[in-house]
Nanobody, 126 residues
Framework: QVQLVESGGGLVQAGDSLRLSCDASGINFSMYAAGWFRQTPGNEREFVAAISRSGGATYADSAKGRFTISRDNAKKTVFLRIDNLKFEDTAVYYC????????????????????WGQGTQVTVST
């Protein structure tokens, strides 16, 4: 069955860098656009970054400059690198996929994604 597994989260210090991974199985990976979202307790899940099938990236304004999304189709993995981590980056980070016939499609909306991982916790200490 379709499965997304995030990894790479943990407890880090402010200023550190981190790379999250999202390993996909059970899908034709190259036909899916992907996104990363994050959520803190009591808040809605918010968009962080998205990547199209062709590798084009879209970022939330809050993520521009410190976040980098990428994908490796051969490994069926999507990555999210976060540089210069800040306390406010503390959240559970989720990856999500959606099938797309368009190679350039990305979406910032949670409702557009059909497959979700279980999340990985990132905690930034000051």
């Amino acid at each position: 069955q379709v499965q997304l597994v995030e990894s790479g989260g943990g407890l880090v210090q402010a200023g550190d860098s981190l790379r999250l991974s999202c390993d996909a199985s059970g899908i034709n990976f190259s036909m899916y656009a992907a996104g990363w979202f994050r959520q803190t307790p009591g808040n809605e899940r918010e968009f962080v970054a998205a990547i199209s099938r062709s590798g084009g990236a879209t970022y939330a304004d809050s993520a521009k400059g410190r976040f980098t999304i990428s994908r490796d189709n051969a490994k069926k993995t999507v990555f999210l690198r976060i540089d210069n981590l800040k306390f406010e980056d503390t959240a559970v980070y989720y990856c999500a996929f959606t099938h797309s016939w368009s190679a350039s499609y990305t979406s910032t909306r949670t409702n557009d994604y059909t497959v979700w991982g279980q999340g990985t916790q990132v905690t930034v200490s000051t």
